[in-house]
């Protein structure tokens, strides 16, 4: 980076040999199908992607999901057999069974070492059989865990509307479409609502601004809650990307503002700026009251509006969970990193007064996450709490040997050193716990302390037992 | 390609995984992209293993698409060698790598001039072999390159013990009950005076492996992992074994029968006949309870079995010899080993299935109707799905299925459990049966009148959406405590705002 020259980040940044653990990057489709409902996720691959989505993804497998595995097999690799004939077989068949309205293909390592062109053959077969076929390479090879949604997004971004395409399609539609359908394609511009009596409440609310649209998947309720906190602001979210329907994709036209809700999301926010030619806003992540109000400063002064009540709003949630608060004040905390929320949740635990010697991170885009960063900084300056080491693509084994010499009070990690660590009398928290639960916004802060804090609270239970470490020598 | 949804054998590289980790100082470096060391997860998760998992990744990304991998497998193998001093190291290649078409060998051999420990590349093909047969070729591996290793160095023991004793091939990390069938096994013996020279591969040190032609015979108790080790060390020493799982009162009997006779055959004159029958009338519960009345009302119920050959063939011949239950079905996902498994139970079902697609075992469970599954956990769901209930007796598992209490399948605490197995599952069936035909409970109406039923509190459309998102599980809850806040608050109508207002407020 060449700002950095200019002016140097006092932030130590290292990389290690990326020998870590994490979760294979297409177990995005486990919660992507579940949030876009009409979607189906094909993952092209062969018997060991197949392997871990079924275990990583537990009860979810029995519910009939909304992905499948086209399993290669000797003769795919070998080229026996024709790509485009099979994934038309697959696709079809697909369309027969559960009639989606967009196929995501997901690439693996396997489509991209024997160089399967799947976005070459998504167009033809797209037009072959009438469903969008949207293609993400989400491979072991390229990325980690979050960054699959990642790829999944940023592939998606193509395929918002811009308000020319509503405009086109809506003659022909009107026609056809039932009184329903023509209210929501009114309200899609934002202006007319559906409601006389509801819209003239509403006008009001909102102050006059550039659309914005927000980006990263969250379940219904939490981007409700953001929108919500928008809204007090005066600031109207025009769209989320995803939507609960792919059909729903927000419009998004040169010009907009755009802002991500989650840390993982560079390739999105590059896709949006450089194809979709919009403005993305940057600003640390609503995670923490500290971050959701940052994030909301961000928005509304890139909006040019301006904020009122936030301090307060902050400062009471801080109130209300301090109890959970002073369980983990004055202790350490180490990140071995897997899912990059790791720079959000480390800058908001130090808010909380924790010390954070080393933050693991998967992979660091010091652009996408600058306002994050430098609010880390921030933070460790005025809580007086020393710098965090970022060790990015970090290295299992020799964070071990770190974590057994420094002891830290918690260690945030994945499931396979989880157990080992805690028979070794360190407490631990499922990293992954972290991408599942609701996080984000003032609303779920208490959440997200207890998931923090559960460790603490249950060693305060067994307290007296005097069994803390459980292995021999 | 294949449409797939759920698999009941992993990819290869997991049996390898699973026989290498299952050693002692034995450690497993992985040529594969990031991610894929979800076996560790596993482990750690299942097992509740307090060890980290001896299973390291040397990872495959771009670089190494680009320029191959280099120098980088052979410095994870050293360096692995140098933190961790193990016996020996395997490297396991993945689907990945084996696309990739690197020489491993040459990586293998280079890593060994070296590391102070052995390097062994698992011969496994990714694209033809399961993990079961991944695994049994493992153990085969590692045993027959210590072995050929020990008669290089000249130490090899080949003078049989003093004792009669057995070597036990096939007990292995994630495998179903094994920990619990292991002791269960080490006590049987016991019992007959049989000395255990060996476990493999659970525990072992790969060390020892010179001294197995110690033991008289080698005892296999599951099909699946073993065979091809027990073959080579019959041809090698001819060394005799017992294939005969000791699962149920009849296997069992019939398993230390076997052992009885190769034991005389290597000049003991071992008589277990007393055994078998103090056993089987007072010890185990299993004879007994098959003249019960209990078992007397099971006779004639229809059951299908699925799983893999062992467990599937075992059960199915329990429940039709030992218990007079009808067996519609029964079948197993072992492709590879369809001619052995119709053997073992074609006489003691009307049908014999082989299939790994799990949707057309589902279907044929639906089409049956039978009283009772034995299956897997995705034959659980199913029998959830059809209001069936089901007995888990085979892989693929879950946490569940790792008990920490003694829960043994083979031998006589073994037939005791699986008499409590089956009959649970029966009763729990009938008990459902007969609350339907009566009525079902009766305080269901009772129990959900809540004080919110006549509320003077209107909901707003996009706050009666927010609510209908809420789990159903809480969803009364947070109806309640919205309410309760609303009114607090004077708020008439209840918005999605008031809906989170509430939740901040409350969590306070």
Known sequence: MTLADTTPQPLEFDCETGNYHTFCPISCVAWLYQKIEDSFFLVIGTKTCGYFLQNAMGVMIFAEPRYAMAELEEADISAQLNDYEELKRLCEQIKRDRNPSVIVWIGTCTTEIIKTDLEGLAPKLEADIGIPIVVARANGLDYAFTQGEDTVLAAMAQRCPTSADIAAKTPVVEKAADQNAVKKLFSFGGKKEAEPTETAVEETVYADHEPLVLFGSLPGAVTTQLSLELKKQGVKVTGWMPEQHYSDLPVIDPGNFVAGVNPFLSKTATSLMRRRKANLINAPFPIGPDGTRAWVEHICDALGVETHGLEEREQKIWDSVEDYVSLIRGKSVFFMGDNLLEISLARFLIRCGMHVPEIGIPYMDKRYQKAELAMLERTCREMNSPLPKIIEKPDNYNQLQRIHAIKPDLVITGMAHANPLEARGITTKWSVEFTFANIHGFSNVRDLLELVTRPMRRNEALDSLGWESLVKG | ?508
């Open chain 2, 1 to 508: 390609m294949k449409l797939a949804y759920w698999m009941y054998s992993g990819p290869a590289h997991i049996g390898t995984l699973r026989v290498a980790s299952s050693f002692k100082n034995v450690h497993a470096i992985m040529h594969a992209p990031l991610g894929d060391d979800y076996f560790n997860v596993m482990r750690s998760m299942l097992e509740r293993e307090r060890d980290y998992t001896p299973v390291t990744t040397s990872v495959v990304d771009r670089n190494v698409l680009a320029r191959g991998s280099q120098e980088k497998v052979v410095d994870n193998i050293t360096r692995m060698d140098a933190a961790e001093k193990p016996d020996l190291i395997i490297l396991t290649p993945t689907c990945t790598s084996s696309i990739l078409q690197e020489d491993l060998n040459n990586f293998v051999e280079r890593a060994s001039f070296d590391a102070q420990c052995d390097v062994l590349l698992a011969d496994v093909n990714h694209y033809r072999v399961t993990e079961l047969q991944a695994a049994d070729r493992t153990l085969h591996q590692v045993v027959k390159f210590y072995i050929d290793k020990a008669r290089k160095h000249g130490d090899i023991v080949t003078e049989k013990s003093a004792k009669p004793s057995v070597n036990i091939i096939g007990i292995s990390t994630l495998g179903f009950h094994n920990n619990h069938d292991c002791t269960e096994l080490k006590r049987l013996m016991a019992d007959l005076g049989i000395e255990v020279n060996m476990v493999l591969p659970d525990q072992a040190s790969v060390e020892d492996l010179k001294t197995l032609p110690r033991a008289w015979f080698n005892l296999l108790p599951y099909r699946e992992l073993g065979c091809m080790t027990a073959e080579y060390l019959k041809a090698e020493f001819d060394m005799p074994y017992v294939d005969i799982t000791p699962m149920g009162v009849v296997e069992t009997a019939r398993c230390i029968r076997a052992i009885q006779q190769v034991l005389n055959q290597g000049g003991s004159d071992a008589n277990y006949d007393e055994f078998i029958d103090e056993q089987t009338r007072f010890v185990s519960q299993a004879a007994w309870f098959s003249r019960s009345i209990d078992c007397q009302n099971l006779t004639g119920k229809k059951a299908v079995v699925y799983g893999d050959a062992t467990h599937a063939a075992a059960i199915t011949k329990i429940l039709a010899r030992e218990m007079g239950i009808q067996v519609v079905w029964s079948g197993t996902f072992c492709k590879h080993d369809e001619d052995w498994f119709r053997e073992q139970v074609s006489e003691y079902c009307d049908e014999v299935l082989i299939s790994e697609d799990h949707g057309e075992v589902g279907d044929r469970i639906a089409k049956t109707e039978p009283a009772v599954i034995f299956g897997t956990q995705m034959e659980r769901h199913v029998g959830k799905r059809l209001n069936i209930p089901c007995g888990v007796i085979s892989a693929p598992i879950h946490v569940q299925n790792f008990p920490v209490g003694y829960r043994p399948m083979v031998g006589y605490e073994g037939t005791n459990q699986l008499v409590d197995l089956i009959y649970n599952s029966f009763t729990l069936g009938m008990e459902d049966h007969l609350m339907e035909i009566f009525g079902g409970h009766d305080t269901k109406e009772a129990i959900t009148q809540t004080i919110s039923a006549d509320a003077d509190l209107a909901w707003s459309k996009d706050g009666s959406a927010e609510l209908a998102k809420i789990p159903g599980f809480v969803r009364n809850k947070v109806k309640r405590n919205t309410e309760k806040f609303a009114r607090d608050q004077h708020i008439q109508k209840i918005t999605a705002e008031t809906l989170y207002a509430a939740k901040e407020a409350l969590s306070g």
